[in-house]
């Protein structure tokens, strides 16, 4: 694909510190027109140096492309005005929000006519238009934030950049910011990378995601692919696996036998290419183990036995700690899988697919 099919490409670009380097090391990351892209990663991996770096405003070294444009060739002020970053700050100059919002479109050069119902729009979009006449120094925290978002989202960039959209706002309308920014910049084709430490942010706006660590991609695919299968232990953890084992293969002269740090052996099928130090596995991928089942059922499943030591029952689910071994192992279980009740203290039996195992 060529690049001007894209509207950003980047190709060994990094960004270096007088104190760090290596801030920033992205061998090869593209987004194309109207894609919804999040980053995740820890506290210092880089992924606001990401943003800063694609809105032009961090010096790096490398290649980039934005809108099928070399940034070395081009009007950089330009390129600019075609995308748009929201900060994970609240920045706002001292004057009233409609004039913040406003000013965003004057410096595009939006006719004089146009400004007023197009801010108006932008301001009830995000549930702040009530606040148009106030002055922005006189907002709560989560307020700002909304007419950051409007700030933003206003001009309708062909790329927009967020920086934690939902920092400051209350628990109970993330989902529906979050919302109302997807629907804005689907209906407008625009492409985003959003930035949130805040994983149900991810899991309602974007299929694709990359995986930030010490500034170098580690995975970049598709959410689900992350979420059940990380690159490695560090993004287990982040993504929220809850079982992460410590095990090991031993081998015979056609087999793979997996051993969990718990005891549990297994045969795995599957091809393990690299060495791995930690078995996977979500806690939906378990099943209470039914001895009535079919022996089909028996061969293919792993069967765990422990100790119950909390239960927690739960909107159509049921979540079960269990004492396998040293280790604590976490199972979610449908509750109409489940007949009769289950306490602490009792022993009972899990089973998995080794195919739902992840090795890291």
């Given amino acids: ?14 960004v270096d510190s007088k104190t760090r380097k290596n801030i920033l090391s992205i061998e090869n990351f593209a987004v194309r027109p109207g894609e919804l892209v999040a980053v995740l990663g820890p506290n210092g991996a880089g992924k606001s140096t990401l943003l800063r770096t694609i809105n032009l405003l961090q010096p790096y070294r490398g290649e980039m492309q934005l809108f099928g444009q070399d940034v070395r060739n081009a009007n950089k002020t330009l390129l600019r005005r075609r ?10 100059l001292d004057d009233t929000v409609f004039n913040n919002v406003a000013k965003v479109l004057k410096f595009r050069g939006t006719p004089t006519h146009k400004i007023k119902q197009t801010v108006h729009t932008a301001l009830a979009t995000f549930g702040c238009e009530h ?3 106030q002055s922005a120094r006189s907002l709560s925290g989560g307020e700002a934030k909304r007419v950051c978002i409007a700030c933003g989202l206003v001009a309708d960039s062909e790329l927009l950049l967020l920086d934690e959209p939902s920092a400051s706002l209350d628990v109970g309308i993330r989902p529906q910011m979050i919302e109302k920014i997807r629907q804005w910049a689907q ?7 959003l930035v949130s430490h805040n994983f149900t942010d991810i899991l ?9 660590f010490d500034g170098c991609i580690i995975q970049d695919d598709n959410l689900e692919t992350i979420i059940r299968r990380p690159a490695n232990e560090q993004l287990a953890r982040l993504v929220g696996i809850d079982n992460i084992i410590p095990c090991h293969v031993e081998r015979s002269s056609r087999e793979s036998f997996i051993k969990l740090a718990n005891g549990i052996k297994f045969l795995y099928a599957g091809e393990i290419t690299k060495p791995i130090t930690a078995c996977c596995l979500s806690a939906d991928t378990f099943n209470l183990y039914d001895a009535s089942s079919s022996m089909r059922h028996k061969l293919c499943s792993v069967i765990i036995e422990g100790l119950v030591e909390r239960v927690l029952n739960g909107i159509g689910i049921c979540s079960i700690w269990v004492k396998v071994g040293e280790q604590t192992l976490i199972a979610r279980v449908p509750r109409n899988h489940i007949f009769g009740n289950i306490y602490p203290h009792e022993m009972i039996q899990l089973a998995f697919n080794p195919k739902d195992a992840h090795f890291v």
Avoid: K, P
């Fill in 1 to 14: 694909m060529s690049t001007n099919e894209y509207v950003l490409n980047m190709r060994q670009v990094s």
């Fill in 83 to 92: 995308s748009a970053l929201v900060f994970q700050e609240t920045l706002l």
């Fill in 131 to 133: 606040l148009a006449n």
């Fill in 187 to 193: 209906a407008r084709g625009s492409a985003v990378i």
């Fill in 204 to 212: 309602h706006f974007a299929d694709r995601a990359i995986a930030l």
